[in-house]
């Protein structure tokens, strides 16, 4: 379920429970710049296959 989040619990997240940042702009734009560490899975090809990257037990933060 969907939540938002503030960039203090963003923090939070990524140094205390190992938070994956994932990226939803196409390529293009997120070669253009991004979070440090943030992976680039696209929205439009964001599937079960493409999110088979991330790592179940630790949290997802997608922006």
């Given at each position: ?20 940042v ?22 439009k ?9 991330l ?9």
């Amino acid at each position: 379920m969907p939540t938002a989040i503030t960039r203090d619990e963003l923090q939070r997240l990524v140094h205390e429970e190992d938070a994956q940042v994932v990226d939803v702009l196409p390529a293009r734009e997120y070669a253009e710049g991004h979070l440090p560490g943030a992976v680039n899975l696209p929205l439009k090809k964001l599937d079960r296959d493409t999110a088979a990257v991330l790592d179940r037990a630790r949290p997802v933060v997608m922006y």
